[in-house]
């Protein structure tokens, strides 16, 4: 069965038209939270040794695919993150962040996953 264009404009998602909802990848949407056009402009700035601070993806039911898309391409570029408590994230890679941000996260994450030998941290 096939849709004619009266039926798609009628079909919506929530109060929107299909054809109006914009679906925007979490590193994109993180990208222009930061100023810049995309993912990838980005990248290219983090690998000229800058640290991209923008806005996290927000964590809520509907939101935990954004989420793990996200880390999942951070994983995947071979990227640092550190997040702050109100919603942003610095991603770059680790060698550009300040040492002091990486020393206070270092400490930050020792408090809340002790370590009980060299293997990392207990259960």
């Given amino acids: 069965m096939s849709m ?3 039926d798609r404009n009628a079909y919506s998602l929530g109060s929107l038209p299909v054809s109006k909802v914009k679906i ?3 590193c994109n949407a993180f990208a222009q939270s930061a100023g810049y ?3 990838v402009s980005a990248v290219a ?3 000229q040794g800058n640290v991209v601070l923008g806005q996290a993806p927000r964590a809520g039911a509907r939101s935990m695919l954004d ?4 880390h999942e391409q951070i994983s995947k ?3 640092f993150t550190i997040t702050d408590d109100l919603g942003f994230v610095s991603v770059g890679f680790r060698e550009n962040f300040p040492a002091d ?3 206070r996260w270092e400490q930050e994450c020792a408090k809340h996953f002790p370590r009980d030998d060299d ?3 207990s259960p």
């Fill in 4 to 6: 004619n264009n009266r």
């Fill in 45 to 47: 700035s983090m690998k």
């Fill in 101 to 103: 941000m990486v020393s």
């Fill in 119 to 121: 293997n990392g941290p």
């Fill in 77 to 79: 570029e071979g990227l």
């Fill in 67 to 70: 989420i793990q898309l996200f």
């Fill in 24 to 26: 925007v990848h979490p």
């Fill in 37 to 39: 056009e995309s993912w």
